[in-house]
C-alpha cells in the first residue's frame, strides 16, 4: 500500500491564525481527499484536491476557509484559515483508489 | 437518519473471543464496504475491502455484507489485546472518485 507522510502532527494555534497541513505520497496516486475527524464523530470529506486544478470542496466546506494545493501526483496541502476553536479536529490525508483508500497517520490541531 | 449507522461501544470482549462488529446502512447504492482499524493518535488502516454480498476472508479476519438487509459485519476471530482499537466501516456506490461515507466507529477493549 502506499505510505503517506503527514505534517505536522499536532499543533496548538491562536484563533484568527492559518495552518497549513502538508501530505506527501511515496507513490503517485490518482486522486488525494483531505478528511475532518472530530471527537465521536464519523469522518467528514472536506475536498478532494485534483492534480493541475482546483480541488472539488463538499457541502459546507468553502475554498475560502479551507484552500488545497495539489502540484503533483504525490504531494498536497490543506490549509485551514482563520482559525477558530471550531476548528480543533483530527485532519487526515486520504489516497485513492489504488491500494484501496490509504490513510496519512492525521494532525491533531487545537485552536485557543 | 445518518446513512451508515454504527454502534459506538465501547464493546469489552476476553482475549479469544470472537468479535462481531456491524453497520448498517440506508443508501441501496452502496456497491463497495470497507472496514478500517484505527489505533489511538493513528490514521485509520484498511483491513477488508470488500464489493457487493457475500463473504471475504483474511487471516482471522471475515467481513460480510448482506445487500438485502443493507448490514454488513467485521468478525475478528481469536481476539487479541492488540485488536484492540476504533473499528470504522465504510462504503461507496462506486470504486471510482466517489467520496467514502463512513460510520462513527466502534471502541473494541479485547482483555488479557
Known amino acids: 500500500s502506499a505510505v503517506i507522510s503527514q505534517k505536522p502532527s499536532r499543533d496548538i494555534c491562536q484563533r484568527g491564525t492559518s495552518l497549513t497541513i502538508q501530505c506527501q505520497v511515496d507513490s503517485q496516486v490518482t486522486m488525494m481527499f483531505w478528511y475532518r475527524q472530530q471527537p465521536g464523530q464519523s469522518l467528514t470529506l472536506i475536498a478532494t484536491?485534483?492534480?493541475?486544478?482546483?480541488?472539488?470542496?463538499e457541502s459546507g466546506f468553502v475554498i475560502d476557509k479551507f484552500p488545497i494545493s495539489r502540484p503533483n501526483l504525490t504531494f498536497s496541502t490543506l490549509t485551514v484559515s482563520n482559525m477558530s476553536p471550531e476548528d480543533s479536529s483530527i485532519y487526515l490525508c486520504?489516497?485513492?483508489?489504488?491500494?484501496?483508500?490509504?490513510f496519512g497517520s492525521g494532525t491533531r490541531l487545537t485552536v485557543v | 437518519q445518518k446513512e451508515v449507522e454504527q454502534d459506538p461501544g465501547p464493546l469489552s470482549v476476553p482475549e479469544g473471543a470472537i468479535v462481531s462488529l456491524n453497520c448498517t446502512y440506508s443508501n441501496s447504492a452502496f456497491q463497495y464496504f470497507m472496514w478500517y482499524r484505527q489505533y489511538s493518535r493513528k490514521g485509520p488502516e484498511l483491513l477488508m475491502y470488500?464489493?457487493?454480498?457475500g463473504n471475504k476472508e483474511d487471516g482471522r479476519f471475515t467481513a460480510q455484507v448482506d445487500k438485502s438487509s443493507k448490514y454488513i459485519s467485521l468478525f475478528i476471530r481469536d481476539s487479541q489485546p492488540s485488536d484492540s482499537a476504533t473499528y470504522l466501516c465504510a462504503m461507496s456506490a462506486t470504486t471510482g472518485f466517489q467520496k467514502l461515507v463512513f460510520g462513527t466507529g466502534t471502541r473494541l477493549l479485547v482483555s488479557p
Open positions: 484536491a485534483n492534480q493541475g486544478s482546483e480541488a472539488t470542496y
Open positions: 486520504s489516497v485513492g483508489p489504488e491500494y484501496g483508500y490509504t
Open positions: 470488500t464489493y457487493s454480498s
